[in-house]
């Protein structure tokens, strides 16, 4: 009787054995096929989502070609105004910007900036980020020199230092269908309020041209000035 009990009990864990072996190897199988799937999917989902962008301000550039030629043809100039932006958690994102060449021959700037956005649409909306109506807050720097003066007379030339910080409020659209576009627009509207840090150095030979505290001559002039941007960039 115990004879026969114990070859029931080792026919019992024979087949449990075995079927924990069918299991384990039905589960390998499993976790095998899902993996390279699970990977495949992250791999398009990181080839798809692209969280930087780099732009060049166009708006820049035809502004002040308008205003430097409004009158007569002066020539081409050729302000050139790049930013970097850099999605962040949930809708937020910060960038920078370099200002290289900035005015036209008798307004020179150059200068930095920083600046954040906040995304106001839901993510919804847009499939990709930094796409949408957003909020910026920014800061900038501005290294200037202004050449005054009339044709055959000696030229004041002031040389001064800006600060301003100011609210945009904008609008960023990729162009295309939006799950693989390369290419966005920017457009945005505010104002900035400039002071002035340190202090105004002018070379003027006779006194004819400066006004003594620089607020009243083009971009030297303190206070609040309004900002436009009009941006072409690309998603990397």
């Known amino acids: 009787m115990l004879c026969r009990a114990e070859h029931y009990y080792f026919l019992l864990c024979k087949k449990v054995f075995a079927l924990g072996l069918t299991l384990s190897a039905t589960s390998i199988g499993v976790q095998a096929q899902v993996a390279p799937d699970a990977a495949g999917l992250a791999s398009s989902t990181s080839t798809r989502v692209k969280r930087n962008i780099v732009r060049v301000d166009w708006g820049t550039v035809l502004g002040y070609n308008i205003s430097y030629n409004f009158w007569k043809n002066h020539g081409l100039v050729l302000p050139l105004l790049v930013s970097y932006e ?27 900036g920083v600046a954040a956005r906040y995304y106001a649409l839901p993510a919804s909306r847009y499939v990709l980020p930094l796409a949408g109506k957003y909020v910026s807050p920014f800061v900038q720097y501005r290294a200037l020199r202004v050449t005054e003066g009339y044709w055959g007379s000696t030229p004041a030339i002031t040389y001064a230092r800006r600060v301003a910080a100011g609210l945009l409020l904008g609008w960023q659209q990729p162009v295309g269908k939006q799950d693989d576009s390369r290419f966005i627009l920017d457009l945005a509207a505010g104002a900035c309020y400039q002071v002035r840090t340190g202090t105004d150095r002018t070379h003027d030979l006779y006194a004819y041209y400066s006004s003594g505290d620089g607020n009243k001559r083009g971009s030297l002039r303190t206070g609040f000035r309004p900002d436009l941007r009009l941006g072409v960039g690309c998603r990397l």
């Open 86 to 112: 850099r999605s962040l958690s949930g809708q937020w994102s910060a960038g920078g910007e370099v200002l290289i060449n900035g005015g036209d021959p008798t307004q020179r700037r150059r200068g930095v």
